[in-house]
């Protein structure tokens, strides 16, 4: 069964400092790996979407790299906010159908912003 | 606007009275799933369906109930609910099963 490990659980950081965040994963049968952004009491809110046979995605301050032979994506985050603020999550999405296709979460990195 | 939406968002029942979360969508997505979110145990899959009429159990089906009679919706049921069952769900949507998933704002049930 696919297991989806994020660290580190929780980070500080002061305003405008760049940042990664690492997700690794057990199972390289996957379709997909997807960064969320969740918000205190909110639904999720996708960020990116890497497939299996790419390497990276951009969208603004934001890039995610994916490794599928290793088992890894980073997250990066330039020139922090405190509007970013959240807890991200990864989530790799299984290419067997055993599993219902299931998106497979980490248990997610809880960023604090600091102004 | 391209969204997922379920109803309600919040939920306080009792034990055994049946209930139903909505989820529609408006995106024209062939896959839809539900999760459940719990502290510590992150998020999980109870249900999933791949298109009009085909439905199927995820990781954590017991106690829940599915039907996908229409494609833009897809109900959580809750024939006898327990306090176990007390968490925070999640209707999703993807296009397809191997494409970008969309999450509803989320349902919080409270089963007392």
């Known amino acids: 069964k696919q297991e989806v490990t994020q660290i580190p659980a929780a980070l500080s950081v002061p305003e405008g400092e760049n940042l990664v965040l690492n997700c690794s994963f057990t199972d390289s049968a996957i379709y997909n790996l997807q960064w969320f952004r969740q918000d ?76 | 606007e391209a969204q997922v939406t379920q109803n309600p968002r919040y939920l306080i029942t009792v034990t055994g009275k049946k209930l139903t979360v909505t989820c529609s969508q408006n995106m024209n997505h062939e896959y839809m799933s539900w999760y459940r979110q719990d502290p510590g145990l992150g998020l999980r899959q109870i249900y999933y369906s791949m298109n009009v009429e085909v439905t199927d159990k995820g990781d954590v089906p017991e106690g829940y109930k599915v039907s996908r009679k229409e494609k833009r919706n897809f109900p959580l049921i809750l024939e006898s609910p327990s306090p176990n069952q007390t968490s925070l769900y999640f209707c999703a949507s993807s296009f397809r099963r191997n494409t970008e998933a969309f999450f509803g704002q989320g349902t919080r049930l409270t089963v007392v």
């Open chain 1, 40 to 115: 205190p009491g909110k639904g999720l809110t996708s960020l990116l979407l890497i497939q299996s046979s790419q390497r990276e995605q951009t969208s603004g301050r934001l890039n995610a790299s994916l490794d599928k032979s290793s088992g890894r994506s980073t997250l990066y985050i330039a020139a922090s906010q405190p509007g970013d603020s959240a807890t991200y999550l990864c989530a790799a999405r299984s290419s067997n159908s055993n599993s219902g296709y299931a998106l497979n979460f980490g248990k997610g990195t809880s960023l604090l912003v600091t102004p």
